[in-house]
């Protein structure tokens, strides 16, 4: 049974940094693409950071520059590093599986910008 349990979320000031984390049970996350996904009250669900099993990245316009996803394979953990953050990145943050799979879906994280 696939278990993904990320951490790391918190209260920040704008322009502050915050790292989340994802550990997997289960799956090898480097034999997978890998994403983090966010969800806003009252928005959809937005795709943030891609990391393929080959280690390629890709990211949104909304976050490109300032977020970055990494993994470390001894751990078999994904992570996010989101600097220079802004109010509208405050969402409850997920990983999964890119493409992502139903029953992955974890409790997420709770990222808050705000002064």
């Known amino acids: 049974q696939v278990q993904l349990v990320e951490s790391g979320g918190g209260l920040v000031q704008p322009g502050g940094s915050l790292r989340l984390s994802c550990a997997a049970s289960?799956?090898?996350?480097?034999?997978?693409?890998m994403g983090w996904y966010r969800q806003a009250p009252g928005k959809e669900q937005e795709l943030v950071a891609v990391i393929t099993s080959a280690g390629a990245t890709t990211y949104p316009d909304s976050v490109k520059g300032r977020f970055t996803i990494s993994r470390d394979n001894a751990k078999n953990t994904v992570y996010l590093q989101m600097n220079s953050l802004k109010p509208e990145d405050t969402a409850v943050y997920y990983c999964?599986?890119?493409?992502?799979?139903?029953?992955?879906w974890g409790q997420g994280t709770q990222v808050t910008v705000s002064s």
């Open positions: 289960g799956m090898i996350v480097s034999f997978s693409g």
């Open positions: 999964n599986r890119y493409p992502p799979r139903r029953g992955y």
